[in-house]
């Protein structure tokens, strides 16, 4: 079963830091944007691209879906533990447990679902933007919306499973590492914090 969580675990790793990339495009097409409209007005109209916005609205859609199985398999949700964080290792495992069971798996089935209703019939009649005079294609990007709730349904899956683990041996399995902030690697590493005298 370990070996099942971590491999789950590392497809939605990978899945967020190759989405991970739509930040640049997001950066460059907004960059470009400014650029275009206020450097370069005296020369033409000072009037958007056709394509900036949906450009925009996309690259931003795309990296807020597909980085929610990242984050839960990084552990990195915001989460209100004010109590939660002074329970015993098993007490935490029940409740998180019973929390995916009654909240997280209906609202991630019901994403997967009507989210496919929506791609499907995006697809069906080649849905493109309204937002724009550019009419890009917007059936692609809705695909994105089952798929990131079936990766959802997958990470919490291997959360289930590393529930169930830590209800039975109350310890919590290592999460595999990624890029962590600075203040969680200090916390972890105190020595490394160097104070000027």
């Not at 789950?8 to 275009?36: D, P």
């Not at 291997?158 to 290592?174: D, H, N, P, S």
Request: hydrophobic share 50%.
């Amino acid at each position: 079963m370990t070996k099942l969580v971590y491999a789950i675990e590392s497809l939605s790793i990978w899945v967020g830091r190759a989405f991970g990339w739509c930040i640049l495009i997001l950066t460059l097409s907004v960059t470009y944007e400014v650029i275009m409209r206020y450097e370069f007005w005296g020369l033409k109209d000072p009037a958007p691209t056709l394509w900036a916005f949906d450009m925009m609205v996309q690259m931003y859609g795309a990296l807020f879906l597909m980085a929610g199985p990242y984050a839960l398999a990084q552990d990195g949700h915001v989460r209100g533990d004010v109590l939660y964080r002074l329970f015993p290792t098993r007490m935490q495992a029940s409740l998180d447990f019973l929390l995916y069971l009654l909240f997280f798996f209906p609202g991630m089935l019901a994403l997967f679902w009507y989210g496919w209703e929506i791609a499907s019939d995006s697809w069906r009649y080649k849905e493109v933007s309204w937002n724009s005079p550019a009419r890009i294609q917007i059936y692609f990007f809705k695909t994105l919306i089952p798929l990131a709730g079936f990766l959802l349904i997958l990470q919490g899956f291997a959360e289930l499973i590393r529930c169930w683990k830590a209800m039975r041996t109350g310890v919590w399995m290592a999460r595999l590492d990624d890029v962590r902030e600075t203040e969680d690697a200090l916390i972890a590493d105190p020595t490394q914090l160097k104070t000027e005298q």
